[in-house]
Nanobody
Framework: QVQLVESGGGLVQAGGSLRLSCAAS????????MGWYRQAPGKQRELVAV???????NYINSVKGRFTISRDNALNTVYLQMNSLKPEDTAVYYC?????????????WGQGTQVTVSS
């Protein structure tokens, strides 16, 4: 069993910054990818950023140039540095990890952390 624990959400004014963290704990697994999704009220959950095991990153267009995803492989932790935040970035942000255990892939989700950007 793998657990994802998130931290770092909060309330910030437009133009401000926040950094989200997500640590994966457990044993006997390797991480294929870690990323962040978000879900705003009344909207579908969307992928914000993802980093796969070879270091390749991908971002939704609306955050390119403002958000940066990074990983600390030794700590099994993924970060999302969010700069120049906009009110439309307001959402619950969910950490996501695809892990491999004995050759089988599993997807895990964090509990979600609220990010609110005021105008």
């Amino acid at each position: 069993q793998v657990q994802l624990v998130e931290s770092g959400g909060g309330l910030v004014q437009a133009g401000g910054s926040l950094r989200l963290s997500c640590a994966a704990s457990g044993s006997g697994f390797s991480i294929a990818s870690m990323g962040w999704y978000r879900q705003a009220p009344g909207k579908q959950r969307e992928l914000v950023a993802v980093e796969i095991s070879d270091g390749t990153t991908n971002y939704i267009n609306s955050v390119k140039g403002r958000f940066t995803i990074s990983r600390d492989n030794a700590l099994n932790t993924v970060y999302l540095q969010m700069n120049s935040l906009k009110p439309e970035d307001t959402a619950v942000y969910y950490c996501n990890a695809i892990v491999v255990v004995s050759g089988t892939s599993f997807r895990y989700w964090g509990q979600g952390t609220q990010v609110t950007v005021s105008s």
